[in-house]
């Protein structure tokens, strides 16, 4: 089990829904598409995955945060692409021939929303029974721990599962955006 009624009770009030439908979620999910950034092991539930793509044709959108490489058209739609390990803090990588764009569909306020991430390599897809699977540590992790969905035991290893609505909640990254639009540096006279 992802959680104890003591785990959610600790919780404040308006957030206990919302954990209650995460838990759901994570114990209906069981496969998830695996993936590595730079030595690190990840996953995401295979439900949100629409594609996985060849990198490339990316089009720089200027003045938005570095962790967001660009634009991609996609049957025509603008798809907009974000470099995970960017997002998580780390340093851009450079792309190799396994780099490639993760295409997953995220919840917002105004409906489903489809996003790209960059990820270095693609794996497998894995079936992880919610028995193996641990609530996200409370310290200790190199990415923000809201943007850990839980801890996945394979092969008596861990794999970080990822909660992609949070980390590519809408809302943060216009934020962030908009706060690169204001720090546009002053000219030297």
Do not use: H, W
């Given at each position: 089990?992802?959680?104890?009624?003591?785990?959610?009770?600790?919780?404040?009030?308006?957030?206990?829904?919302?954990?209650?439908d995460?838990?759901?979620?994570?114990?209906?999910?069981?496969?998830?598409?695996?993936?590595l950034?730079?030595?690190?092991?990840?996953?995401?539930?295979?439900?949100?995955?629409?594609?996985?793509?060849?990198?490339?044709?990316?089009?720089?959108?200027?003045?938005?945060?570095?962790f967001?490489?660009?634009?991609?058209?996609?049957?025509?739609?603008?798809?907009?692409?974000?470099?995970?390990?960017?997002?998580?803090?780390?340093?851009?990588?450079?792309?190799?021939?396994?780099?490639?764009?993760?295409?997953?569909?995220?919840?917002?306020?105004?409906?489903?929303?489809?996003?790209?991430?960059?990820?270095?390599?693609?794996?497998?897809?894995?079936?992880?029974?919610?028995?193996?699977?641990?609530?996200?540590?409370?310290?200790?992790?190199?990415?923000?721990?809201?943007?850990?969905?839980?801890?996945?035991?394979?092969?008596?290893?861990?794999?970080?599962?990822?909660?992609?609505n949070?980390?590519?909640?809408?809302?943060?990254?216009?934020?962030?955006?908009?706060?690169?639009?204001?720090?546009?540096?002053?000219?030297?006279?």
């Amino acid at each position: 089990m992802l959680a104890t009624e003591t785990q959610l009770n600790k919780q404040p009030a308006g957030n206990t829904a919302a954990i209650r439908d995460s838990i759901l979620q994570a114990e209906e999910q069981q496969q998830y598409l695996t993936f590595l950034l730079g030595d690190e092991m990840f996953a995401i539930g295979i439900l949100a995955i629409r594609e996985i793509i060849e990198y490339g044709f990316l089009t720089e959108v200027p003045m938005t945060p570095p962790f967001i490489r660009g634009v991609i058209n996609l049957r025509g739609a603008v798809v907009p692409v974000v470099d995970l390990a960017v997002r998580f803090g780390r340093q851009a990588r450079d792309n190799t021939k396994r780099t490639c764009i993760v295409i997953v569909e995220i919840e917002t306020a105004k409906g489903s929303q489809e996003m790209g991430v960059v990820v270095d390599a693609v794996s497998e897809v894995l079936e992880i029974p919610p028995g193996d699977i641990e609530p996200p540590p409370e310290f200790g992790a190199r990415i923000r721990s809201d943007f850990i969905q839980g801890m996945g035991k394979i092969g008596g290893k861990f794999i970080l599962l990822l909660d992609i609505n949070r980390v590519l909640l809408v809302d943060e990254v216009a934020v962030a955006a908009s706060m690169m639009r204001m720090e546009v540096p002053a000219e030297v006279a």
